[in-house]
């Protein structure tokens, strides 16, 4: 008897916490673990959501669905805040479990993530759409089978002469370090008003 009810407070562990009257987001930036990939173009997906974390008051400190995981409210609706760790080509295994898990319908999954194709500074976003030459994104949308989720895109510029493996791997130049750091504040922000406000409205602030 006692097995099975320690079986049954496993099971139930393990389960997604209920939310009372209101509805569960996920909000996932991309990067990829560790110290010598943490300021690099390919990790602002990891600094905003470590931004929006820190404003929330939201702890991302549990390793779940292969992600580092912090939960907590804001605007009195429930958000996971996640960061894969499956290094930025497999970032949809993780983001594939916390869909499923979570059970949560695509239109509360919101995607940050890096992106060449506007400059330094840039922000932009999306209600669905392909992922371009991203390929955490590419993955993302491959392994969930759709598309049609937010996403907010930061520019880090495009590379002149450097390939482009070696260039979102790369330090922000200093000269542009101070409009990523605004950018990353405003995706932070754009994460929240998505989630209190609905993505018209927040498109509206903070497309630019």
């Known amino acids: 008897m006692e097995k099975i009810m320690e079986l049954f407070r496993k099971i139930e562990k393990d389960q997604p916490e209920a939310v009372e009257g209101g509805e569960t987001y996920v909000i996932v930036g991309l990067g990829n673990p560790g110290k010598k990939y943490a300021t690099t173009r390919h990790n ?4 905003a959501l470590d931004t929006l974390a820190m404003e929330s008051d939201i702890q991302i400190t549990k390793i779940k ?10 605007g009195g609706k429930k958000v996971v805040l996640a960061k894969p760790q499956t290094y930025m080509n497999k970032s949809g295994e993780s983001v594939q479990e916390l869909v499923n898990f979570y059970k949560i319908p695509l239109e509360n999954l919101i995607v940050i993530y890096d ?6 500074g840039r922000l932009r976003i999306r209600k669905k759409g392909s992922g371009g030459s991203h390929n955490g994104m590419r993955n993302i949308i491959r392994l969930l089978g759709d598309d049609g989720f937010p996403r907010i895109r930061i520019g880090v510029g ?12 790369s330090q922000f130049p200093d000269e542009v370090k101070r409009d990523v750091a605004d950018m990353i504040e405003k995706s932070s922000m754009a994460a929240k008003a998505i989630v209190t406000e609905g993505l018209d ?3 509206n602030l903070y497309n630019g």
Do not use: C, N, T, Y
């Open 201 to 203: 409205v927040a498109m």
């Open 44 to 47: 602002v997906g990891f600094l």
């Open 65 to 74: 669905h292969k992600a580092l995981l912090g939960e907590g409210r804001i």
């Open 158 to 169: 495009r590379p002149e002469q450097q390939d482009l493996a070696s260039f979102v791997l």
């Open 115 to 120: 992106d060449i194709d506007l400059d330094p």
